[in-house]
């Protein structure tokens, strides 16, 4: 997603060979079956964003030493812990386009491990030796497991509307972001204004970033989503494209959004496929994920203006170019 920007070109291989250090090590165990599921979901790499974010906040202000990597180790070990979860939950079978743990390994030994990745988080953010880090993060991992139980509430949901969604992809992706961001900040020392411009920062990133998601389930393929098109719909989850369309459109396509939400059932993806691309729903989704995309960008005035802000500038455009 990044490899082609010139920042990222020159830094992002550095940067994130200092954190596959800390991660090789962290993810080590006596129980030979953590260490072998641990090695299989971290190898799937992935985007990396909330790390690089971790990285960015600090070298934005002049902080780049070790306890920054083992941070941004540290947020990937939340993310990878909840995705963990998420796929034994959501009963996937496809993760950045590799089977998922569960699928590999069994729904057991996913959580477990899961679980095992999340605590070793803990103790990297105990080596900060900074409480606040401690607080910032104790409060994000309890606000995305709250996000995580409203996402399982609406599942079905035909009622929910755009503010409630925002809502849950808020808790449940777009405040890991965040706190990825203001842990770099406080370790770098930022001003209080700067840390809350990088938390903001994060917070709208992540919040453009999914939204992007629920547009690539109608319009990409598993090479740029990395598992099955449709879940989302199979799921009987209640994406912005399909609020959309239960909210605007003619009441024959909306009846069928909602029925397609209660049934969950893969089998009305293609009807539902057709009926979100020939409006204007992906439009709207993309013009709703360009206004928190603007709104990250305004953050970066409180910030030096220096090679990393501008890559910060990039990386917010970029979430966008997903779907360009």
Known sequence: MLEHLPYFQQHLP????RVNVVIERAVQSEVALISQIGRYIISAGGKRLRPVLTILS?????????????????????????LLHDDV?????????????????????????????YTRAFQLMVSSGSLKILDVMADA????????????MNIGNTNITEA??????????????????QVGAILAGATPEQENALKDYGRHI??????????????????EIGKNVGDDLAEGKPTLPLIYLMQNAEPPVADAVRHALEHADRSYFEQIHAHVVQSDALAYCVSEARKAVDEALSCL????????????RQLAEESLARVS
Not at 141 to 152: R, S, W
Not at 164 to 178: D, G, N, P, R, S
Request: hydrophobic share 45%; proline share 2%.
């Open 89 to 117: 939950v959501d009963e996937s079978e496809l993760r950045r386009g590799r089977k998922t743990a569960n699928n590999m390994f069994g729904n057991a030994a996913a959580v477990l491990v899961g679980d095992f990745l």
């Open 141 to 152: 991992t309890n606000i995305i497991a709250e996000g995580e139980v409203l996402q399982l």
């Open 301 to 312: 005035a409180a910030l030096p203006d220096n090679e990393v802000s501008q890559a910060m």
């Open 14 to 17: 550095r940067d994130l060979s």
């Open 58 to 82: 600090g070298k934005v202000l002049g902080y780049d030493e070790d306890p920054l990597y083992a941070l941004a180790a540290m947020v990937e070990f939340i993310h990878t812990s909840t």
């Open 206 to 223: 992540g919040t453009a970033f999914q939204i992007i998601d629920d547009v690539l389930d109608y319009s990409g393929n598993i090479e």
């Open 164 to 181: 409630e969604y925002v809502q849950v992809i808020q808790y449940k992706t777009a405040k890991l972001f965040e706190a990825a961001a």
